[in-house]
């Protein structure tokens, strides 16, 4: 459920700007717009908060992972991050300084290892001396007359010491003398490369310390709302402004701490273009499908629906059609058992991700005996309660199996696909509007006939009179009153205006149930990977039976493709049920609902453990 919300005007006297943002965090029920700010103080937060933002990726960055004994001086946040940005610039200087000698050696490597100093020497003594480089051709346009040494050169190029620069001949381009000898520069590079890994053991060391940034970065950022407050509040004479919302069952509370502090405060509803942030509400039991949108950081608009619990209910079907094998699912549940032992232990709630684990482990097992899908093992093989545990409709060893499968997979498309239109026509009562979600609730049960028999099986599922009526009927209706506006002439016009799109939209109702198909495809896709892997170690096994020193080692050979085998399948499932399972809820069921999943969350001014009353 998605709560109600109210937006608030709140009047404050110059008096109480500087207090009033913490008595409102301590409230902890305002959404506060949020305001720029500006001043000293601002930015200096600003910087710190960047600082410790730099900091934390430099050590995370830097991280030994290996175990290391933490120095026995202690180290505050403000120290750590001061000390982590000196020695991350000290060793940009090094890099750079390593780069530019890098370049340079390059540049003289093939001039040999010689001293700039000598060269400084002979020019004391009068004598000007250069060094040039060219082609060799350049070397027969030179001047009889030209007093010159020529040197040793690779191939393809000619070198020669000039005892006269001012008549440089043409082709040649003079040799800069470097400030120090090919070996010197070597040994400097070295030296900086070995600085630089002392400076990042230096990086490893502090980073034991990282977890101080957690909370030194928290503190700063409440701070620096509280002073973005302060600073950005709208004034108009001595009157300040903040504006907001409050959920409308905290209106009370918050008037009443409005009227102990003496603000003043106006409670009114939200305009229609108001975008207010999104609470959603919810059981316990629905709760723990949250990580899930979390994930996906997607938020329900302030008036679109809040489908916690419908996308709970089909995406854990989804969830266990999608990994359809009831081994899996105990892997997964014994998983969420040990995880759960840990958080005992620490006496520590267990999170909502691992109450939903234990439904989606719970819900593949179910499927799991429904099915007789085990890691993928022959039907036979397995013990008899398990056999006969299974809908015979489902069961592996059914060759009807994948078709009564498809089926299904239809049915829950029409299923879900049904509830969005109905809650659509729950919403537009009675607006006539409503005729058009009750002409698009006829067209997914009519199409499921013609997905039936053209995708399943013609002969079995013909098309009936029925179904069609249904179509032509839902067309007409979300033709005529899709763009319902209290005027029927008015609406059939701008309805035949749109007819090309009203037909489009038709056919790509056929095309979302069928989409469900894919519960079906890529289960059977990971089932055939199961099973060629259990082939691949079958005959493993076999083939050294007899045989002792190759039997232990194909045995060992086997368990380790059959565990790399199934965990790759594993992980490539996961991922199914991400880009499919969650699809079928976020696309095809969203859509029909008309949800675009424009909101942003409510997130309440509120005082952390990290603030204290050094702001007030």
Known sequence: MIAAMKKFFLALMDKDVHKAPLHLRRLGIVHLERFTGSGETCASL?????NAQNAKSILSSNANRKKRKKPAESMD???????????YSEIGVLQDRILELRRETDRIRD???????????????????????????????????LEYLRLPAPKGKARIALL??????????????????????????????????????ELSLLALDANLLDGEIAKIESSLVIERLRSGMPQQDSIRYLTGYVPAKEVDTLKKEAASRGWGLIIDDPAEDDMPPTKVENHPAIRIIQPVFDFLGTVPGYREYDISFWFFIFFSLYFAMIFGDGGYGLIMLVGALLATVKFVRQRKPLPDFLKLVYVLSSATILWGLLTGSWFALAFDSLPGFLRAATIPAFAVDNPESGTNIKIFCFIIGVIQLSIAH?????????NLKFLAQVGSLALVIGMFNAVLNLVVDATRFPLTTPALALIGAGFFLVLFFGNWN?????????????????FLSTVSVFADIVS?????????????????????????????????????????????????????????????????????????????????????????????????????
């Open 77 to 87: 946040a403000p120290r750590l991050i001061a000390s982590t940005l000196a020695v």
């Open 486 to 502: 209290g005027n029927l002439l008015k609406s059939v016009i701008e309805g035949l205006k749109g007819i090309i799109p009203t």
């Open 422 to 430: 109905l809650k659509n026509i729950r919403r537009d009562f009675p």
């Open 46 to 50: 600003e910087e710190g908060l960047k």
């Open 164 to 201: 006269d620069p001012s008549r440089i001949p043409e082709g040649f381009e003079e040799f800069r003398l470097p400030a120090k000898g090919l070996s010197l520069l070597e040994r400097e590079m070295l030296d900086s490369e070995k600085a630089v890994e002392k400076k990042r053991a």
């Open 516 to 616: 469900y198909i894919r519960l079906w495809a890529v289960s059977l896709a990971g089932l055939a990977i199961s099973q060629t892997i259990n082939g691949m170690v079958g005959k493993m096994v076999g083939n050294s039976a007899g045989r002792i020193m190759a039997f232990l080692v194909g045995l060992v050979a086997a368990f380790g493709l059959l565990l790399a085998g199934h965990t790759l399948n594993f992980l490539m499932t996961v991922l199914s049920v991400v880009v499919h399972g969650i699809r079928l809820n976020m696309l095809e069921f969203s859509s029909h609902l008309g949800m675009e999943w424009t909101g942003y969350a409510y997130e309440p001014l509120v005082e952390k453990a990290e603030d204290n009353e050094t702001q007030e």
């Open 111 to 145: 001039w040999g290892d010689f001293s700039p100093e000598l060269f400084e020497a002979v020019i004391q003594s009068g004598l000007r001396l250069i060094l040039l480089e060219g082609q060799p051709r350049d070397m027969a346009g030179l001047d009889g007359a």
